[in-house]
């Protein structure tokens, strides 16, 4: 079997929905391969286990993102080539990747949060 467009399965699913990753982009390139390493990061627990040795001096009431996920944020950031502590915040609030269409494209879709047609961001901000 030489299907180079095989997809990559057994993702884990993100808010009740199957998460599906595809190589035939072509030329198109991505970070797509970050989804693999934190499945895997995900099922050997490291950011959990390096949580652990860790001591979290914060209130824990008033704690958004567990020492974990931020270790596991940490790692793929780092995995992605984005070693900059600071390239987080630009990709954050990255909110110009919304590309407004004027007119009928094709492949544009319609976007609620602003509120018109454009195409998608092939983009994942958490």
């Given at each position: 079997?030489?299907?180079?467009?095989?997809?990559?399965?057994?993702l884990s699913s993100v808010g009740g929905k199957s998460v599906v990753?595809?190589?035939?982009?072509?030329?198109?390139?991505?970070?797509?391969?970050?989804?693999?390493?934190?499945?895997?990061?995900?099922?050997?627990?490291?950011?959990?286990?390096?949580?652990?040795?860790?001591?979290?001096?914060?209130?824990?009431?008033?704690?958004?993102?567990?020492?974990?996920?931020?270790?596991?944020?940490?790692?793929?950031?780092?995995?992605?080539?984005?070693?900059?502590?600071?390239?987080?915040?630009r990709l954050r609030r990255a909110l110009d990747t919304f590309d407004?269409?004027?007119?009928?494209?094709?492949?544009?879709?319609?976007?609620?949060?602003?509120?018109?047609?454009?195409?998608q961001p092939i983009v994942v901000f958490d």
């Open positions: 079997m030489n299907d180079l467009a095989l997809p990559l399965s057994g990753a595809r190589f035939d982009g072509g030329m198109l390139s991505s970070n797509s391969g970050v989804l693999a390493l934190a499945e895997v990061e995900k099922r050997l627990r490291m950011a959990e286990r390096l949580a652990r040795c860790i001591d979290d001096p914060r209130c824990p009431d008033q704690v958004v993102h567990s020492l974990a996920d931020m270790i596991g944020f940490r790692m793929n950031m780092i995995a992605a080539g984005y070693e900059d502590g600071n390239d987080a915040n407004a269409v004027h007119g009928g494209q094709q492949l544009r879709l319609f976007n609620a949060h602003h509120d018109e047609y454009g195409f």
